[in-house]
């Protein structure tokens, strides 16, 4: 009995583990047979183009390993995966030339709107300055960007760029893996939990978030690391935690661990002509850091928290758009 009993206890959490190893790892583990992919799975094979399957009307995507330049506009619900077989990136090259016309939307590598979205295990790099020598990036030119009307997550991606990286607009989950930047990498308007994420900075410049709070957004960093980049600009250090795009800006950092490349300082006013910060309105918090970018002593404008006042559902009221049986919420 006592030995049915242990079997039985060991054979429940090794089916727990699996389902914590991701939702879709079956299928990403497929090739283009399908095998343990939702029904109605589109393969997407190397040398041929993601829209392509994006326009098909599939609601799952399985990418093969390979490097796809294209530059993506989704605008349905879709769960988009990358194989585990190998590296899927999907690159694209362009900026937004700020004395010139257009958005900054125009030049991402990934574009969502108006729905749900979920990626998984994929780099999208946005590599517009991947060869300058200029003291400062190109233009904005973000890797992923996310409308005001999309609620979006991402598991395990890369995402690339110089000047704002990534932007969300809308609710927006990152659990694992990483984005790069240089000048404002992560910026937006709406709520955004990065969990477990690695931050790496190629330079120096603005802040690693740069966020309006007008109409209720706010960021949080959970989790993750702030370091240099094997790829960063020569001289790169006493980079900002933050920065406000509007003096309504919350953004928070729990449980973090900061490497030397993040100035003591931590924080930083818009620019010295245009600061943006309003005492009791800008919201910039910290909670358990750690690592030699941290110094309580030498911080400003921050709040330095002695508990942690957040959870993700507290934050975001409903997850639903959140993988919970990949991420632990």
Not at 21 to 46: E, I, N
Not at 246 to 264: F, G, I, P, Q, R
Request: aromatic letters at 12%.
């Amino acid at each position: 009995m006592y030995l049915n009993l242990f079997f039985l206890i060991t054979a429940a959490l090794s089916l727990a583990s699996v389902a914590k190893a991701g939702t879709y790892s079956q299928c990403q583990a497929s090739d283009s047979s399908l095998q343990g992919c939702p029904s109605g799975t589109k393969y997407v094979a190397a040398g041929t183009k993601i829209q392509t399957a994006i326009d098909s009307g599939a609601a799952y995507i399985l990418i093969a390993p390979g490097t796809y330049n294209e530059q993506l506009k989704v605008s349905k619900n879709l769960v988009m995966l990358g194989s585990t077989k190998g590296t899927v990136t999907v690159t694209h090259s362009a900026y937004k030339d700020l004395s010139g016309s257009g958005a900054n939307r125009d030049a991402a590598t990934l574009y969502v709107s108006g729905s749900t979205f979920y990626a998984y295990d994929i780099v999208f790099a946005n590599t517009a300055d991947d060869k300058t020598t200029a003291s400062q990036p190109l233009g904005p030119a973000a890797a992923v960007y996310f409308e005001t009307n999309a609620k979006a997550s991402l598991y395990n991606c890369q995402v690339k760029s110089w000047q704002d990286s990534l932007y969300a607009g809308g609710n927006f989950f990152m659990y694992k893996g990483s984005v790069w930047g240089w000048v404002d990498m992560l910026y937006g308007d709406g709520k955004s939990w990065f969990s477990g994420v690695t931050i790496y900075n190629r330079g120096c410049g603005g802040g690693i978030t740069a966020w309006r709070g007008a109409s209720g957004g706010a960021v949080i960093q959970e989790g993750g690391r702030v370091t240099i980049a094997s790829d960063a600009r020569s001289g790169t250090s006493g980079c900002y935690l933050g920065r406000p795009w509007d003096s309504k800006m919350k953004s928070s950092y729990l449980n973090t661990v900061m490497d030397s490349v993040v100035n003591l300082k931590g924080w930083s006013t818009w620019s010295s002509s245009d600061p943006r910060y309003t005492e009791g309105q800008t919201i910039f918090e910290e909670y358990n850091s750690s690592g030699a970018g941290y110094d309580a002593s030498k911080r400003q404008l921050v709040k330095i928290l002695t508990s942690n006042p957040y959870t993700i559902k507290g934050f975001f009221g409903d997850t639903s758009f959140i993988d919970s049986g990949t991420a632990s919420i």
